[in-house]
C-alpha cells in the first residue's frame, strides 16, 4: 500500500490547489483492503495510546477540519472508536459566547490543547478564524490576514512544549456534499443534523474553497503539517485518518516509563 502520510501531506510552502485533488480518489485501495487494513490501524492506535498514556510527556492533537458535511463526526466515530475513552478529549468549536466573547480568539483553544499522555481531538478549531469570519466578513481583512502567522507561533509553541500536532482538511466535492445533505433529509434519524443554514453556506462553496487554500498554504509548517485528505468515500477518509494519525504517534518513538522502585526483591504470599 502507498504511503498515505506522504501522499496526503501538504508540504511547508507548497502552491496547494483543490481544485487540483480528486475527492472521490482511493489512491490505488480498493473498499475491502481499505476495510481491513482500518480494523489493524485501530487495534495499533490502541496500543500506541496506551504508550502514550503511560509515558505521559507528550500529547497528541488531530484537527479536523472540513466543509459541512466533510465527515468529521464520522471520522472521530469511526478511527478513534477503539481508544480507552479517558485518553481522549473531543472539542467542537461552534460560535464563540460568554467569556469566549471577552478573550482573545486563542484563548479558549489553548484551553482544550490535550494534557501530557492524552490525545485531543478537534471538530473545526482555531482555524475558523480564518475561515467563516474571512468568508464571511465578520472581522476586517486586516485583523483575519494577521492570524496566519499568530497560528503558526501558537502551534509552534505547542510543538516545543511537547504536543505534537496533525491536522486533516476533509475535502469533499460540492455534488457530494448535497448527496449527503439529501440523505439527512430522507433518513427521519438524520433529520435533526439538518440546518436551513446549511443550504445557505453553499453560496459560499467558492469562497470557502479559496480560503481553505489559502490556509493549507499559510499554515502547513513542518512542526504541525496539515493533509488533505479526498473524503467522497467515507471508508477511504477514516482509513487515511488512521493511518496518518498512527504513522505518527510511531514516529514519537514512545517508550514505557521506567519503574520507580526496584521490583526485583518484591513477593507476595
Known sequence: MKNLARELI?????KAKLSDIDPADTHGVNKAMGRERLER????????QYLLYAEARRSLLVVLQGIDAGGKDGTIKH???????QGVSVNAFK??????????YLWRVHQAVPEYGKIGIFNRSHYEDVLVVRVHGLAPKSVWSKRYDQINDFERMLA?????IVKFLLYISKEEQAKRFRERLEDKSKNWKFSMADIKEREYWDQYMEAYEEMLRRCSTEKAPWYVIPANRKWFRNLAVSEIVLHTLEG?????????VDLSGIQFE
Open 79 to 85: 478511527v478513534m472508536s477503539g481508544m480507552n475513552p
Open 252 to 260: 514519537m518513538d514512545l517508550k514505557f516509563p521506567k519503574a520507580t
Open 160 to 164: 516545543d512544549n511537547d504536543v505534537r
Open 95 to 104: 460560535v464563540p459566547e460568554g467569556a469566549e466573547k471577552r478573550h482573545d
Open 41 to 48: 490501524n485501530c487495534e495499533r492506535l490502541s496500543v500506541m
Open 10 to 14: 501538504v508540504t511547508p510552502d507548497s
